[in-house]
């Protein structure tokens, strides 16, 4: 111990340095509660070397304080190391536990100290809690362990059969996309048979119209013909009828013709008595002249008549003939053509039937292969998941295990 | 020289000199024919002609010429050297020949020529065709025409009448 | 009118016109009605395109009808227009049937002698052709 204090030691606290230490008595005691404010409490001052009595007492307080701060620094030391070595134990135990994972114990401590029982209580709860942790944590992990692997084999049995899936669903996506094709080109086949059967049988149906009027027309011309011929016939009649009537005139024109001829000539005969006579037989040859020219034209123009009609007569039977040839000519090429149509028609139906049975194929081969594509995505969706779940799976397991094999470690009970 | 009026050629101090003779030429057969221009009292258009029945082929017709009928004398069909065709234009030579008056129908009337006597020599020997009636042949400017003995023409025709009954062709 | 006029008929045979006297003349008929052998078809007259008319003559006392295309009438003509044939004509025609001619519309028109022509016609040809 020393007496004197270098006030100039600054602590590193900056205590502020005083402008005058007291010297003396003052300063012993001063230098004494620095040091035991340093911790020096083992110092003692002697109190009765102390002239003071004011100070001999402090001094003897101060020995007091000091000796007391000692016990207790002293108790408490060793206090403290006592729940050091408890808390060390404890803590020793803890590693025990955690390195060999032996919860089935209590924690027991070596040492005894009131202060270390929460500390205990806390690391009895601490191991409660842990060992009622380790042990869900075994079942989970058991539990896991089950369910990966059961997850696992489904995933991997669900791996190859998505992937069998997969491949029949690739394969029969793939027939469905060839089907689908084939199918189309029978649809499009069939449309062209169909489209040319439509042609052929509008066409055809044209066809059938021109013959059909072609029908009519020869039935117009019969009908026209047998009505020419009647009317040919009327004609004819009445021609013949005026011929008669001609004829009769013409007789009667001779006759009168003749008689004044006569007439005349024997007028000649008579010389001028007979002129009168002669003139009069003139006036009437000049009317019977008159008459039989105008018969003379009349029968040239029934010989005309004659020849038209005649003429007109050939000309209507060519033409009943013509018609006649035609319808049957139409007839032929009728059958031909309800032929015709009849065969496009069923063609047609067919190629329509096969159409729409080919777009409904179609359809639905491009659905099929349209869900075929879905499945085949969910597939390879699956098969993605699946393989997921099957790393997942086996990933799992694989943890699970290390958990197992970590939570062995603990000894339960 | 001509005379139209009466008909008949004069002979005048203009005339022929001596020794020529007045010849009338028609054209006729394809040839010259000339007779006797005294013969000749006119030039004719013939017009139509009145065929008449039963008559013979040399006589075509007769025609009507100032009031008097005149028969037709065709010289082709007389000596059966085809007929002369009577056309609106035809023209015919009026001739007398004793008795007969005879229209000539021919193709061209060519009209007088005035032919030396001398001039004239004998006709070729054959004795068939218009030969027959010829009196001789004769060469003038224009060129060889034939002399014909016009009233033993006329007469010959006239011997070959067509008997009683016969029809014309 | 002259008192000398001549009466005639005018007939056509074929192309041709003819006159002949009225006194001839028995009468004009229709030729239908008679039988082939009194007609009288060819003759120097030529041979007409029709047998619608016929002139009926008197021939040794038996009818014949010369067929005749047409009767144009009677005509009355001054007795002047009657004339003989021309000289030479008559010496080349023998036949007596022309009888001569008739000046119509001063036209010369042969005047047939019916009787004559319709005798001929029988005399020709009665005996054999040559």
């Known amino acids: 111990m020393s007496d004197t204090f270098d006030l100039d030691d600054e602590s590193p606290a900056q205590q502020p340095r005083p402008a005058r230490a007291p010297r003396g008595e003052a300063g012993r005691l001063v230098s004494f509660l620095r040091g035991i404010a340093e911790g020096r409490l083992d110092d003692r001052l002697d109190s009765t070397s102390f002239e003071d009595l004011a100070l001999r007492a402090v001094a003897e307080q101060a020995n007091a304080a000091a000796a007391r701060a000692a016990a207790d620094v002293k108790e408490a030391r060793q206090r403290v190391e006592l729940v050091t070595t408890g808390v060390d134990e404890a803590i020793e135990a803890m590693v025990r536990l955690v390195i060999e994972g032996d919860l089935s114990g209590t924690l027991r401590l070596g040492v005894r100290d009131a202060a270390l029982t929460p500390l205990i209580a806390g690391v009895g709860q601490v191991m409660e809690t842990l060992k009622k942790f380790v042990n869900e944590i075994r079942e989970a992990a058991l539990q896991l362990s089950t369910s990966s692997a059961e997850v696992l084999a489904a995933a991997t049995q669900n791996e190859s059969s998505t992937s069998a899936q997969a491949s029949a669903i690739h394969e029969t996506t793939a027939t469905m996309e060839e089907l689908k094709g084939a199918s189309h080109q029978i649809a499009e086949n069939a449309q062209m048979v169909a489209s040319i059967a439509e042609q052929t049988l509008s066409g055809a149906r044209t066809g059938e119209g021109a013959i059909k009027s072609f029908m009519s027309s020869m039935e117009s011309v019969k009908r026209n013909a047998v009505e020419v011929d009647d009317a040919i016939a009327k004609l004819s009649k009445r021609v013949e009828r005026i011929g008669t009537v001609v004829e009769v005139i013409d007789e009667i024109a001779d006759r009168s013709d003749l008689l004044a001829l006569n007439a005349a000539l024997e007028g000649a005969k008579a010389g001028e008595a007979g002129r009168g006579f002669s003139i009069v037989a003139a006036e009437m040859r000049r009317l019977a002249e008159n008459v039989m020219e105008s018969t003379k034209e009349i029968k040239n123009l029934i010989t005309e008549i004659r020849e038209a009609t005649h003429a007109a007569k050939e000309a209507s039977d060519g033409n009943k003939r013509m018609a006649a040839e035609g319808e049957k000519l139409g007839g032929n090429a009728m059958q031909s053509v309800s032929g015709i149509l009849s065969g496009i028609q069923e063609t047609s139906d067919a190629a329509r039937v096969i159409h729409l049975a080919t777009q409904q194929q179609r359809t639905a081969t491009e659905q099929v292969v349209q869900s075929m594509s879905e499945i085949e995505e969910v597939t390879r969706q699956a098969q993605a998941g699946s393989k997921q779940a099957t790393g997942a799976a086996s990933e799992l397991t694989s943890l699970a295990e290390r958990l197992a094999n970590l939570v062995k470690r603990f000894k339960v009970a | 020289m001509w005379d139209s009026r009466t008909g008949f050629a004069q002979r005048t101090e203009g005339g022929p000199r001596g020794q020529d003779a007045w010849f009338f030429s028609l054209r006729i057969l394809g040839g010259r024919y000339a007779f006797e221009a005294a013969l000749v009292t006119e030039v004719v258009r013939l017009g139509p002609l009145t065929r008449l029945p039963a008559a013979p082929s040399f006589l075509p017709g007769v025609f009507t010429h100032r009031g008097e009928v005149l028969p037709v004398l065709d010289i082709g069909q007389l000596v059966g050297q085809g007929s002369i065709p009577v056309r609106a234009s035809t023209r015919a030579a009026i001739v007398h020949c004793g008795p007969w008056k005879v229209a000539v129908v021919s193709e061209a009337v060519e009209g007088l020529v005035a032919i030396p006597r001398r001039a004239v020599e004998p006709p070729p020997a054959e004795s068939s065709g218009v030969a027959e009636f010829l009196a001789g042949v004769a060469q003038d400017r224009k060129g060889a025409v034939a002399i014909l003995d016009m009233p033993r023409l006329v007469e010959a025709a006239r011997a070959r009448a067509v008997p009683a009954g016969s029809a014309t062709p | ?130």
């Open chain 3, 1 to 130: 009118m002259s008192d000398e006029a001549a009466q005639l008929i005018l007939f056509q045979v074929a192309t041709s016109v003819f006159a002949t006297a009225v006194r001839d003349v028995v009468r004009i008929g229709s030729v239908r009605e008679i039988g082939a052998d009194e007609l009288v078809l060819d003759s120097a007259l030529g041979r007409p395109y029709s047998r619608e008319r016929g002139i009926v003559v008197t021939l040794d006392g038996a009818e014949r009808t010369l067929v005749v295309d047409r009767v144009l009438g009677t005509r009355s003509v001054p007795a002047h227009a009657v004339q003989p044939l021309p000289a030479f004509a008559a010496a080349c025609i023998r036949s007596g049937a022309l009888a001569g001619l008739v000046l119509v519309d001063d036209v010369p028109m042969p005047l047939v002698d019916i009787p004559n022509l319709v005798r001929e016609r029988v005399d020709r040809a009665a005996p054999p052709p040559p």
